[in-house]
């Protein structure tokens, strides 16, 4: 299993990037997503999920509103698109492979990640 992050990069705060992870080698559609970060000194955070279908979201109340989760299963990738960012968002982003179709909210349910994308905000 390989997911491929790509997307991140520096931007001014309230700006906006989107996030893309490509996966291959799992059989995708069956797979809920989700997207988490680290920041230097600090645990990874959950930020985002989605379910196999895309009918099933949630997301952490630091991104709620701004981050929205969203997937293509004919191209096999998850999307994060982040508006309004803020240097707070600052941190490596990774997307993970669920363990199964439903939407978890921690890190444990997750058997797959990718190498990790850095995201800057600047003020």
């Given at each position: 299993?390989?997911?491929?992050?790509?997307?991140?990069?520096?931007?001014?705060?309230?700006?906006?990037?989107?996030?893309?992870?490509?996966?291959?080698?799992?059989?995708?559609?069956?797979?809920?997503?989700?997207?988490?970060?680290?920041?230097?000194?600090?645990e990874r955070e959950f930020l985002a999920t989605i379910s196999w279908s895309g009918g099933t979201t949630?997301?952490?109340?630091?991104?709620?509103?701004?981050?929205?989760?969203?997937?293509?299963?004919?191209?096999?990738?998850?999307?994060?698109?982040?508006?309004?960012?803020?240097?707070?968002d600052t941190a490596v982003y990774y997307c993970a492979s669920a363990l199964d179709g439903s939407a978890?909210?921690?890190?444990?349910?997750?058997?797959?990640?990718?190498?990790?994308?850095?995201?800057?905000?600047?003020?």
């Amino acid at each position: 299993v390989q997911l491929v992050e790509s997307g991140g990069g520096l931007v001014q705060a309230g700006g906006s990037l989107r996030l893309s992870c490509a996966a291959s080698g799992l059989t995708f559609r069956s797979y809920a997503m989700g997207w988490f970060r680290q920041a230097p000194g600090q645990e990874r955070e959950f930020l985002a999920t989605i379910s196999w279908s895309g009918g099933t979201t949630y997301y952490a109340d630091s991104v709620k509103g701004r981050f929205t989760i969203s997937r293509d299963n004919a191209k096999n990738t998850v999307y994060l698109q982040m508006n309004n960012l803020k240097p707070a968002d600052t941190a490596v982003y990774y997307c993970a492979s669920a363990l199964d179709g439903s939407a978890y909210y921690t890190s444990q349910f997750y058997n797959y990640w990718g190498q990790g994308n850095q995201v800057t905000a600047s003020s």
